[in-house]
């Protein structure tokens, strides 16, 4: 059917028969879950196929983390799900108050390449707990992971009530022509300035997950070793092609050459000769590949800084400026740029003109130096000595600030972004205070003011 054919389809569906009960979603967890478990082994492969990652990351990054959000939220949707009591105030009297959240409807899930099966299934397994119906557009330089979802979508679900759409450019403009009740987005800034355009039109809610450069901080009372090994690790996971890896590097002075070097020893101990390496992943596609290999070009390399048409060394670059190509976008891939600063305070300001990011990482073990960061410099979500971490935790929130996104989810955040909250006064009938209705009197309006105040 055309994609008009399958938005009306789903619509029709959700209008006529209304959201599923909280038990049905459970079962539609349920057995979305089994069938993963089932499909481990294909959808490795197609992940390998894609981006070259072993069945280890694939597991660790994309299909565990999808079976833990999976259940986690089917051990709280009962209780996320039940009608909230709010207090009602005596002005109001006699009531109560209380707040039902309903689902949007025919719902709009847009993922990118880069974690192919866990960005397109997480948002789909939130709003399908909310009691939306759902078109899923994977990300289309990941075509054989896309193909793996669109086919285990279609083995537990009915297509009026999720359906995937393989494709390019031409079908994401369809869909985006399409009239959504909302539209949930992951991927790069200039596709999201889009999509929120075509949004705008429909008076279509959307939550934006985009990128940005996320800066990794350490300070001279970071514990180095850890630190390098925690960097080291999120920058090399899906070789850097990944929305939360750390950008940048800025290190205090006195530590940068011995935090350096272990960083360059950490990647030597994970992959050793990283270019034959069959556990480093590759770049997704010759473009990307010559993207990455053109912002390093003059640049000081302190260690990594070469490729194989497929693959890029681990990189570290040295004596950057502030606005050298590298640091005037998201890089996406196996380079940090280092950059040395001698007072942290000289960092704040600079950080504070910049665009907000997705996270933010600091190393330290100073506590006045980790309030300083969190309460000075705005950030989507970070860590404290550690990397990249923060997602996985289901009862934490997840998204981007400015520029870097708008919304969230994950967990209960997830259920609460794919459900408008409805309010809802019930009116008791056995007393109606005059005071409220014309003519107004001078004694009405004294009461009114006793209660509003």
Sequence with gaps: MTIHEL?????????????????ARIDQLETLRKAILRWEGPICQALYSDLGKTHEEAYLTEIGMVLSEISFIMGHLSQW?????????????????????????????????????QLALNPLVGALAAGNHCVVKPGSAAPATSRIIAQ???????????AVVLGGHAENQALLDEKFDYIFFTGGERVGRAVLEKAAVQCTPVTLEMGGKSPCIVDETAN???????????????AGQTCVA?????????????????????????????????QWPRIVNPRHYQRLMGLMAGQQV?????????????TLLVNVAWDAPVMREEIFGPILPVIPFRRLEDVI???????????????????????????????????INDTVIHLSNSRLPFGGVGQSGMGQYHGRYSFDTFTHEKAVVVK????????RYPPFTREKMNTVRKFLR
């Design 7 to 23: 938005v009306s389809l789903q619509r029709q569906a959700f209008l006529s028969g209304g959201p599923l009960p909280v038990e």
């Design 81 to 117: 799900a039940r009608a909230k009591k709010v207090r009602t105030p005596l002005s109001l009297f006699p009531a109560r108050s209380y707040i039902l959240r309903e689902p949007y409807g025919v719902v709009l899930i847009m993922s990118p390449w880069n974690y192919p099966f």
């Design 152 to 162: 285990l979508v279609a083995e537990c679900f009915p297509v009026e009530q999720a």
């Design 224 to 238: 180095i070793p850890l630190a390098a090994r925690r960097i080291a690790f999120g920058k090399a996971l899906n």
């Design 246 to 278: 750390p950008d940048y590097l800025l290190v205090q002075e006195s530590v940068q050459i011995r935090l350096l070097n272990a960083i360059r020893d950490e990647w030597y101990h994970f992959y050793g000769d990283t270019l034959q390496s069959p």
């Design 302 to 314: 302190f260690c990594g800084g070469v490729g194989d048409g497929m693959r890029i060394a681990p």
């Design 349 to 383: 300001p600079i950080l504070k003109m910049r665009e907000k990011p997705l996270a933010l990482y600091l190393f330290s073990r100073s506590a006045g130096n980790q309030d300083l960061i969190l309460s000075q410099v705005p950030f989507g979500g970070g860590c």
């Design 428 to 435: 008791g009938g056995w007393l109606d205070f005059r005071f």
